[in-house]
DNA sequence: TATTAATTGATAATGAATATCAATAAGAGC
DNA sequence: GCTCTTATTGATATTCATTATCAATTAATA
C-alpha cells in the first residue's frame, strides 16, 4: 500500500524535467542510455502512477501516443499534425467554460481539454 | 482514381445515420447483422475515405477508439470516462479562438478540439 | 463486352499500452 | 544489522484499434 522510492521511479521523475511533452518511448530511450536494465513496462507504470498522484502531467491527445509533462496546472496544447510534437498554448484556460454543461442530460462534467492542431514550425520548413 | 459506389460504402454511408457516435467496430458489427460478407478493413477504409471526403465526421477522442457522426459542421462532445459514449455538447463553436494562436512561433493553427470529460447519467446509475 | 484500375476480403502486421507472474528489493519492525 | 512483508520490477505475452498486404473481384468506362 505504501509507495516506495524505487530508483527506477526517481529516474522517471526526473527524466521527465529534461524532455518537453515526451512519449512514453521517449523516456524509457532517455533512461536506457544510462541504466539499461531499466523495463519498458516499468517506465509505463511509472508514468502512469506519477500522473495518478499528480506530479506529472498525463496529456491524452486526440491522435498517437500519450505525452508527459512536468506541468501540472491545466493548460491548453497545440499538437503538430505532422510530427506530433506538442507544444504549450499561451492562452488563459476557461475557467468557466465546464459551468454552462454541468449536468447536461445528466452527465456531471468533470474537465475538459483544448487541442489545437495545425502544422509547427520545423515541418512546415521541411515539406 | 475515380471513386466508385460500391454496396459496402454505400452500406457504411447509411448505417452512420442510424447509430450515436459508433465506433468503427460498432459500424461493422451492425453491417454484419444484414450482409455477413462484408469485411472489417472494408468498413476502417469507408470510414476513413467518407470522413476525408467531408461525409461524415471523424471524432478521434483522448481515449480509446476514434468515433463517427453522420454531423460534420465542427461541434464539441462530452465523453463518458467510464463508457466511452459521446453526447454533442450544446454550446456554440469558439469561432475565433484560433485566431489568438495563428503563427504561434511559426506554428499554423488548422482546426482545434474541445472535449468534456466527465460521467453519463447512465454510469452514474450504475455502481 | 472487354478492359483496367478501384475496391474488396482475409489475414498478417503494427504500435501503444496493459496483463501476467516469478524474482527482487524497499522499508518497517525487531 | 537481519528478517519479513509486499510493493515493485523485468521479461514477455496479450490486448486492442488500426493499417498493410495482396490476390481476387467488380464498377465504370470505352
Do not use: W
Not at 527506477?8 to 530511450?29: C, F, G, K
Amino acid at each position: 500500500m505504501n509507495r516506495r522510492n524505487t530508483v527506477q521511479r526517481q529516474l522517471v521523475a526526473e527524466t521527465i524535467l529534461n524532455l518537453d511533452h515526451p512519449n512514453a518511448e521517449q523516456v524509457y530511450e532517455e533512461i536506457v542510455k544510462n541504466h539499461p536494465h531499466v523495463s519498458k513496462a516499468t517506465v509505463y507504470r511509472n508514468l502512469n502512477l506519477l500522473a495518478e498522484q499528480q506530479e506529472i502531467g498525463k496529456i491524452e491527445t486526440s491522435e498517437g501516443a500519450a505525452r508527459f509533462d512536468f506541468r501540472t496546472q491545466p493548460h491548453y496544447h497545440l499538437r503538430c499534425r505532422k510530427c506530433g510534437r506538442l507544444f504549450d498554448a499561451e492562452i488563459p484556460v476557461f475557467e468557466h467554460l465546464e459551468e454552462n454543461l454541468r449536468n447536461t442530460g445528466g452527465f456531471t462534467v468533470e474537465k475538459h481539454i483544448v487541442e489545437f492542431i495545425g502544422i509547427c514550425s520545423d515541418c512546415k520548413n521541411k515539406n
